[in-house]
């Protein structure tokens, strides 16, 4: 069973670049084919898609963030990455990433998340 | 502002069944199908539905989704407190060409 988990920063200040990695075990990211997603969520708040990268490498980002969204992934180390430029306040969320194989079957496999602060 | 539209809580007794609507528009649900994620406090989302009625083995089948036109919803029958959660729906948008979500909806069972 394929398993994800996020690393990086726990507190970015505001204008600077939030970096997370999601590694992939039980499973390869070159394999597929599969999406592979981030999804965050601001406290007491719903859930936004940011973005995803396929197995072949093509990228999709929401449209509200898609000037300072960066999703690529590194298949040497199997994990995907997010880069989120000039971040404020209002990016402060828990960072999911996630897996699907189509849109019909849904996000099966998420990892446990990781919360990111913006602030100074 | 969430592009899919749920109520912000719903409620029942133990035993008792409990919906939860979900409305899109034409791009999303009245296009594509959709799912549903249970979230329990401090954890991450779980496919509870997909593709508007399937369950992912070891859902148990209290659990079913219906689709119709641009709207969606989620039954939970035998209301057990283990179903106190946080439950969202989501689809794909054609439009933006991504992911949206409702806002969620918060399952209390009194």
């Known amino acids: 069973q394929v398993q994800l988990q996020e690393s990086g920063p726990g507190l970015v200040k505001p204008s600077q670049t939030l970096s997370l990695t999601c590694t992939v075990s039980?499973?390869?990211?070159?394999?597929?084919?599969?999406?592979w997603s981030w999804i965050r969520q601001p406290a007491g708040k719903g859930l936004e898609w940011i973005g995803r990268i396929y197995t072949s490498g093509s990228t999709s980002y929401n449209p509200s963030l898609k000037s300072r969204v960066t999703i690529s992934v590194d298949t040497s180390k199997n994990h995907f990455s997010l880069k989120l430029s000039s971040v404020t306040a209002a990016d402060t969320a828990v960072y999911y990433c996630?897996?699907?194989?189509?849109?019909?079957?849904?996000?099966?496999?998420w990892g446990q998340g990781t919360l990111v602060t913006v602030s100074s | 502002q969430s592009v899919l539209t749920q109520p912000p809580s719903a409620s029942g007794t133990p035993g008792q069944r409990a919906t939860i609507s979900c409305s899109g528009g034409s791009s999303n649900i009245g296009s594509n199908t959709v799912n549903w994620y249970q979230q329990l406090p401090g954890t991450a989302p779980k496919l509870l539905i997909y593709?508007?009625?399937q369950r992912p083995s070891g859902v148990p089948d209290r659990f079913s989704g219906s689709k119709s036109g641009t709207s969606a919803s989620l039954a939970i029958s035998g209301l057990q407190s283990e179903d106190e959660a946080e439950y969202y729906c989501a689809a794909w948008d054609d439009s933006l060409n991504g992911w949206v979500f409702g806002g969620g909806t918060k399952l209390t069972v009194l």
């Open positions: 039980g499973g390869s990211v070159s394999s597929g084919p599969y999406y």
């Open positions: 996630a897996r699907y194989s189509d849109i019909l079957t849904g996000f099966r496999n």
């Open positions: 593709n508007n009625n």
